[in-house]
Every structure is written in structure tokens, then in C-alpha cells.
């Protein structure tokens, strides 16, 4: 895929309809960085025995660079909504390049914190614009494009932990420095996707009607903030369930099972893998019968595995954890559409702050987690998470505002 092939998609036909090679390409940029970023937790084993670390110091290291893209995200969605800056992607996947760079060099836990740190900066750049990206390459299908979005990013934090163990867990700390060469390669992707991005700025400030977005729905003011409410809610319960797994789930295996930690490393990567294709799924249903209903089935139907799942034998914890991973998964895209429907206009606004809040409720609730799992054990940690997906319930309370197609 050339420049000019980036360039040219922004005519007046491909900005009405799905841009497919737009897709593709920032779904790529977005597997890239968030391989990068899953590198961190990836690595926390080898971390934890290096730096001789507790439960509770991992999940300050989750918390820190989570917290900081957590906090920024929104208010660089509120920003691009005024004023889009089509390279600031560039930007953001430069900050993480530097962050990975200095993890590599660390020598205390302090210049950890201080090197995640640039990390977190990096994504709360990355997400708000390259989902506005998304966005104005849907054509309309915007369930879709969330989808294929997220299906890069899911992908990539499920390839981050496989390649750190074989890369970095046999080799040593110095050699994450080499996932430095794949923030270069994301680099070159978002210049090309910033070409587009510029040119389709410009042809919507020619064309007013592709600059308005249509508002699907009539409801009030207050009854807009509760469903938002609401959707943050299962966010959180999304979440908190989800850091479960990406920061612990390799100490629970060893720890339950005597597993090694290249072993417990494939399991997560079976599981992230699993949520890479539930992610693709959850947007296109959506899109056919209704977001609310994509969302309902997601969270609350994936309870009756999460229960099961601290009390299975090895072979079966494998299972469910796939079948967690799919099911669970499908509902962000959802919610992200929905969300973007009850605030049309505000693409930037409605990214940064779900991301957002989804980053900060995962660093947030590692770090709890970490010191709930020094008090008791890893084991009481997975008993705990297990009832999270029964909050799913709220989304009753949700109002239909798309219809089956």
C-alpha cells in the first residue's frame, strides 16, 4: 500500500462509503502499539524476580502508566474534536518508542515507573485519534470499522506476551530494546495513515454535509448522561475482570499448576487471542441486530465461565479462559458505537474517555488486586473477579436506540 493510494481514498465517493485500506492500516498501527504495550505486563515475572518486587509494587507498575493514559485521554479527544491534528499519531507512537527504550535500560523500580510513564503518554495520543480515524474511514458502518480497529489492537496484546517469551524471558531485560524496531515500522504506517487523515479533513471542510454527523436518537439530556453512566459501568466491570488476567493470570498458573512461565505465556496468549476474535465480532452484530443486545449477551452471558473457572482442572481453565475471552470481549466496540450515537460529533470525546476510563480502571484494579493478593493469595484474587460479569444486568436500564437492519 503506497502514499498516494492512502491519499487518493479521500475522494468524494470513499468518503461516503467503508475505506477498507484506511481500516486495515490504522488497525495495523493500533496491533502495533498495543504489542508494545503488552510487552510490559508480558514481562512482569522476570521483572518481579530481577527487582525482587511484591504483588503490590506489579501493580503500581500496571497502575502508573495506565493512570496516565487514563487521565490525558479525554482531554486529547476533547481537543482533536476542536482542532484534529492528522500526524499527532506519530507523536504518540514516538513517545512509546522512547518509553520501551528506557525499560530496557532500568535499574530500579523507580526508573521502571518513570519509563511506563512515557508509555501511558504514548496511548492517550494513539487512541482518541486513531479511533477518529476509524471513524471517518467507516462509511457509515461504524459497528464495523470499531471492530476492526479493536481486532488490531486485541491481536497485538495477545502477540506481545508470545514474543516477549521468546525474545526477552530467555535473554534478559536489555533485550526489549529490539520491540523498538516495531515502533519504528508503526511510525512509518502512521505517516502514511496522517496523508489520508490530512486530505480527508480538507475535503470535509469543502463538503459541509460529510461534516455532519446525524443524530439517531431524541432522548433528554439527563437520560444521555445516565446511559453513559451506565456504559462506563460495565467498563469497569469489563475491566477490572480483564486485568485479572493480563497482569495475574500467568502468576496464577504457575502458582496453581507449577506451570513454567513460558508455559503460563502461551495460555495468555491463547486467551488474548481469544479476545482478538470476540472483539471482531461484537461490532458487525451490532451493526445487524442492535448494540444494547450484542452488549447484554457479552458481559452478563459470560458469568456462568467466569464462576467456573478458579475451580477447573488445567485443561479445562485453558478452555474457559477461550471461551471467556471471546464472549467478554465482543462488548467493547459495542459500547464505544453506542456511546458515540448518544453523543454524535464528539468521536474524540467519546474515545478519550472510554479508553480512558477503561485504562484507568485496569491500572486502578491491578494495583488493588496486587495488594489483595499479597494479603490472601492469587487464587482468592480469580474467586473474587469471578462475579464481576453479573453487573452486566445494568444494561436493562439501556435505551434502544438502534434498530435490527
Not at 505486563?41 to 530481577?50: E, F, H, I, R, S
Not at 471482531?280 to 456462568?304: C, M, N
Request: hydrophobic share 50%; charged share 10%.
Amino acid at each position: 500500500m503506497n502514499t498516494q493510494k492512502l491519499s487518493t481514498s479521500a475522494s468524494p465517493v470513499s468518503a461516503q462509503k467503508t475505506v477498507y485500506a484506511i481500516l486495515f492500516t490504522i488497525s495495523f498501527s493500533h496491533f502495533i502499539n498495543d504489542l508494545l504495550q503488552a510487552v510490559i505486563p508480558a514481562v512482569y515475572p522476570m521483572l518481579k524476580g530481577q527487582f525482587q518486587l511484591n504483588f503490590t509494587q506489579i501493580g503500581l507498575i500496571t497502575l502508573t502508566y495506565q493512570l496516565i493514559a487514563s487521565v490525558l485521554q479525554p482531554f486529547v479527544g476533547m481537543y482533536t474534536d476542536k482542532k484534529s491534528k492528522p500526524f499527532s499519531l506519530l507523536i504518540g507512537m514516538s513517545f512509546t518508542l522512547v518509553g520501551l527504550l528506557l525499560v530496557s535500560m532500568a535499574s530500579s523500580f523507580t526508573y521502571l515507573l518513570l519509563s511506563v510513564s512515557l508509555i501511558g503518554i504514548g496511548s492517550s495520543i494513539f487512541h482518541p485519534e486513531s479511533s477518529r480515524v476509524a471513524h471517518l474511514a467507516s462509511g457509515g458502518r461504524k459497528g464495523l470499522a470499531q471492530s476492526i480497529f479493536q481486532l488490531g489492537g486485541n491481536a497485538g496484546t495477545a502477540v506481545g506476551p508470545l514474543l516477549a517469551a521468546l525474545i526477552v524471558i530467555p535473554n534478559g531485560q536489555a533485550h526489549i530494546v529490539w520491540f523498538c524496531f516495531i515502533a519504528l515500522i508503526g511510525i512509518g504506517v502512521l505517516y502514511r495513515v496522517g496523508i489520508w487523515y490530512g486530505n480527508h479533513l480538507e475535503l470535509k471542510r469543502k463538503n459541509k454535509d460529510l461534516a455532519t454527523e446525524p443524530v439517531l436518537h431524541h432522548l433528554s439530556k439527563k437520560r444521555v448522561t445516565i446511559s453513559l453512566v451506565i456504559l462506563l459501568t460495565l467498563i469497569f466491570s469489563k475491566y477490572i475482570y480483564l486485568t485479572s488476567i493480563t497482569s495475574y493470570y500467568t502468576f496464577f498458573l504457575i502458582d496453581k499448576f507449577n506451570v513454567s512461565i513460558q508455559e503460563s505465556q502461551i495460555y495468555l496468549f491463547a486467551f488474548l487471542g481469544a479476545v482478538a476474535a470476540g472483539t471482531f465480532l461484537g461490532g458487525p452484530l451490532g451493526d445487524k441486530f442492535g448494540r444494547k443486545y450484542v452488549i447484554w449477551i457479552s458481559i452478563l452471558g459470560v458469568t456462568p465461565f467466569t464462576l467456573l473457572l478458579p475451580y477447573a482442572s488445567l485443561y479445562w481453565v485453558g478452555i474457559l479462559s477461550v471461551i471467556i475471552g471471546v464472549i467478554l470481549a465482543s462488548a467493547f466496540s459495542a459500547i464505544l458505537v453506542y456511546a458515540t450515537e448518544l453523543l454524535p460529533g464528539k468521536v474524540g470525546l467519546v474515545a478519550g474517555l472510554f479508553f480512558g476510563f477503561a485504562f484507568g480502571i485496569a491500572g486502578i484494579g491491578s494495583a488493588v488486586l496486587g495488594k489483595l493478593a499479597d494479603l490472601t493469595s492469587i487464587d482468592y484474587v480469580f474467586s473474587i473477579c469471578s462475579f464481576l460479569p453479573i453487573i452486566g444486568i445494568i444494561t436493562a436500564f439501556l435505551p434502544n436506540i438502534a434498530h435490527k437492519k
